[in-house]
């Protein structure tokens, strides 16, 4: 099973550049989640969504967009890099059913300079 | 200002040891999970509570939801090596949106042989 997959892995990016992380899962989960997460900060969610064409900001949006064209992709995109934006990211999916655990991809480290 | 106080930040033990590990938070949650993080990967549920007083054992890890939840405990009897890595705490609150996660900053254990 692949569950949740992030690419690339590791990316390093120049301040003002621009690209996108994708996340895919295969367990047709409906909610996806976009966390970052910083050394001794624990997770800040980004952006999440509930569906197809259904999106919201979560605690820290500024700097990024999202898109949910299907149920399966939830691709995460920076326009203008900043340092402030080095990081590693996580996506994560669920069941819309209470409790339900997330499924984290394993991650991608992105460093701007 | 962080909704769920972790405690201790660092952990550093010797195997055999017992230790406890506290996630602490001002307001009351409908649940509280518990994530183990490893170097390179994504956070993996260890355990969801739901129930004030609600205790869970998963071999020699016992969590604990308090009375009132709005806290609770990750107890390891006897560590392991293996149990090394990052513990993260995560709240769901009543009524929150899209059942949206609130993370601590994680308790970082290291077991030493």
């Known amino acids: 099973n692949a569950g949740v997959t992030q690419t690339p892995k590791f990316r390093i990016l120049k301040i003002g550049q621009s690209m996108t992380l994708q996340c895919a899962q295969d367990?047709?989960?409906?909610?996806m989640y976009w966390y970052r997460q910083d050394p001794g900060m624990g997770l800040k969610l980004i952006y999440y969504?509930?569906?197809?064409?259904?999106?919201d900001k979560g605690e820290v949006p500024n700097g990024y967009n999202v898109s949910r064209s299907t149920t399966e992709d939830f691709p995460l995109r920076l326009e203008l890099a900043a340092p402030s934006q080095t990081s590693v990211y996580f996506c994560?999916?669920?069941?819309?059913?209470?409790?339900?655990?997330?499924?984290f991809g394993n991650g991608t480290r992105l460093t701007v300079t | 200002t962080q909704l769920l106080e972790q405690s201790p930040q660092f952990l550093s033990i010797q195997e055999g040891e017992n230790l406890t590990v506290y996630c602490n938070s001002s307001?009351?949650?409908?649940?509280l999970q518990w994530y183990r993080q490893e170097p390179g990967e994504g956070p993996v549920l260890l355990v969801t509570?739901?129930?004030?007083?609600e205790v869970k054992k998963l071999k020699r890890l016992t969590f604990q939801f308090g009375d009132a939840r709005k806290d609770s405990s990750l107890h390891i009897t006897a560590a392991q090596p293996g149990d090394t890595g990052l513990y993260l705490c995560?709240?769901?609150?009543?009524?929150?949106?899209?059942?949206?996660?609130?993370f601590g900053r994680g308790t970082q254990l290291t077991v030493w042989p």
């Open positions: 969504s509930v569906g197809a064409g259904i999106t």
């Open positions: 995560a709240g769901a609150q009543r009524g929150s949106t899209l059942g949206r996660l609130y």
């Open positions: 509570v739901v129930t004030g007083g």
């Open positions: 307001s009351v949650f409908s649940s």
């Open positions: 994560a999916s669920r069941t819309a059913r209470d409790n339900s655990p997330l499924h």
């Open positions: 367990m047709n989960h409906n909610y």
